[in-house]
């Protein structure tokens, strides 16, 4: 069975679950955020982000915030200024109350402190709530869902078990109209032509292997040498050698249907199949684009196992062998160990991940979902080419804002 009871937004869209968002605009504001949180029971997340005068990190910054806040996951959001952060808590407001959810700011300069605010807040918080269905009332379809896919702290086995058995789940979900997102550009280095083959077009294909040499040029820059290890010591350590290797078994969570568009940081999908997302190979930073650009779960593979989530979507961990299961039970909602110990095949393995998939959408709580802050994070977009500006003025002996 393929529908779900859902919350169907004025937008049009549906979601799975029915948060109160408070968005903290500048890590100024994070314990007050917390505070609300952990007295009403809304959800929000914690970071170091909001104050830079680099333009393009602060757009992503509060595009990010925005992506949460219009998330249909979220039926309200509280908006939580400082007041003097260059993240525009005005323009994050204002998008927001586009999609017609009910939508509220504070700022803490204005509102008498952080005590203050957090009393106001709570009150704001219950307000809110009530504004919002307490109880899924609309009927959705699988056509309706998008699944990110992520992979994190990966071992040996991830590409064997894991990642291909999701990729069973993702040919099924696409099959019935649904969409998956694969991100993480930087395991996509040494498999560029294996996907560049499953591009529905010539334009998709060359955007897709530009997109793949620009991070494989980042990625140079990275290293002392010219060794090409650009995989983590928790990667070695669980068996993977290049990030060749690493990226051939990474992609496998998508499956095997055409690539139908790749999409900006963030960016909610408009075609239904195999999307692309342009993030970076951090889990949390990964996890958080697709989140922003409208996922309702995320389906991650492990080997060595996280805790890792979202404080509005699930985040379900599927780990690649059984050890790592029973050692982060708390933390991990499947196993593919049964494929690596025999006893169970990939399209098992894999009914059984679209069998979650629907159970999560109806209701059923991801393990990752315990606690109400979770984890947030935003590329760096800036700092390779920082770094190439800062070389060559040296090079250049270029000192020019220095005195003489």
Known sequence: MMKFKGYRRTDGSIGIRNHILVIPTVSCVNRVALDIATKTG?????????????????????????????????????????GCETASAVRITDAI???????????????????????????????LRQQTPSEPQDDGDVSELIIALECGSSDAFSGLTANPAVGEAADVLVGAGGTVVLSEITE??????????????????????????????????????????????????????????KSLGCIYKAGTQPIVQIVKYGERPTEKGVVIMDTPGFDIASVTGKVAGGAHMVLFTTGKGTPTGSCIAPVLKISSNNETYRAMEDDIDLSAG??????????????????????????KQGKSEYFNIQEFAIPNVSVVRKEVIHQKLAEQNDFRFQPS
Request: glycine residues 10%; aromatic residues 4%.
């Open 42 to 82: 809304a959800v929000t997340f914690m970071h170091p982000y909001g104050c830079t005068f680099d333009a393009v990190e602060n757009t992503t910054t509060e595009d990010t915030f925005i992506g949460h806040g219009c998330h249909p996951n979220v039926g309200a959001v509280l908006v939580l200024s400082l």
């Open 97 to 127: 109350k586009a999609t017609g959810k009910p939508v509220e700011m504070l700022v803490v300069q204005k509102q008498g402190g952080a005590r203050a605010t957090r009393d106001t807040g709570i009150e704001t918080v219950e307000r």
């Open 188 to 245: 996509m280095v040494g498999a560029e032509r294996v996907l560049w083959r499953r591009g529905k077009n010539d334009q998709i294909k060359q955007d897709l292997m530009k997109l793949i040499k620009e991070y494989e040029i980042e990625l140079s820059m990275t290293t002392q040498d010219d060794s090409g290890v650009f995989i983590s010591p928790g990667n070695i350590e669980g068996g993977l050698t290049t990030i060749e290797e």
């Open 338 to 363: 049964d494929v690596l110990e025999g006893t169970k095949s990939l399209k098992q393995v894999g009914d059984e991940i679209v069998e979650l998939v629907m159970q999560v959408a109806n209701g």
